[in-house]
């Protein structure tokens, strides 16, 4: 089972909306995710949060369930969306507009998909210029039409890595949590693999 959350970052262009839509068995709007989908006619199946940023609450359809929180909590709303699909037992959650002005709240859903890792759930956070994938052991990646990958080290003792299919190799080498040497590689086919023999890495492929 697919799971969309629709969070209240920066707005994605509706072709991605009604895309990421199309593919989702399940959607939950965390707070103003749900003008994102309402601008376009589009029902959420669950729409949460403490509902102090959402335009129009009283629009929102009777068949809609809700679950209202304290505005005083100790979780954002696109937390409580991971919580709450994690409970359905999804194979892959997909967040949009998690990424926005509020780097605070951009960098936490960001650590999110690690939460969702450790589900094992397939978790990504994916907007009109960059897909964000968390990463232990070894993947093979799409390119998906993306013009750039980034592998950046989330652990302080840096990462072990080696890649096949790019256009500049790692073979088993040391990258440091502090280094840039893993940013703008490129995937030179239609995909790649990625084997970190340790440490932990967010993945980024983007274009401009």
């Known amino acids: 089972m697919k799971c969309l959350i629709v969070a209240g970052g920066a707005t994605d262009s509706d ?3 009604k895309s990421e ?29 403490d509902f102090d940023s959402i335009n129009d609450f009283k629009s929102v359809s009777k068949d809609v369930e809700i679950l209202k929180f304290d505005v005083r909590k100790n979780f954002t709303d696109s937390e409580l969306a991971v919580i709450e699909a994690v409970k359905r037992n999804p194979t892959e959650v997909t967040i949009l ?5 509020r780097l605070d709240h951009s960098i936490s859903n960001v650590f999110l998909l690690e939460k969702l890792f450790r589900e094992g759930i397939k978790g990504k956070i ?38 096949v299919g790019m256009a500049y190799e790692l073979y088993d080498e040391r990258i440091d949590f ?27 492929k983007s274009h401009d």
């Open 126 to 163: 994916i907007n009109n210029y960059n897909e964000i994938i968390y990463l232990e052991g070894k993947m093979i990646i799409d390119n998906n039409g993306y013009k750039y990958i980034s592998i950046i080290p989330l652990d302080k003792e840096g990462m072990q890595i080696s890649t």
């Open 97 to 101: 507009a998690g990424i926005g002005t």
């Open 15 to 17: 072709e991605l909306i």
């Open 21 to 49: 839509v199309s593919k989702a068995d399940y959607i939950i709007c965390a707070d103003s995710g749900y003008d994102k989908l309402s601008r376009l006619n589009i029902k959420p199946d669950l729409l949460l949060g």
């Open 178 to 204: 502090s280094s840039t040497r893993g940013i703008s590689n490129e995937i030179l086919g239609k995909e790649a693999e990625i084997i970190l023999h340790s440490g932990r890495a967010l993945v980024i």
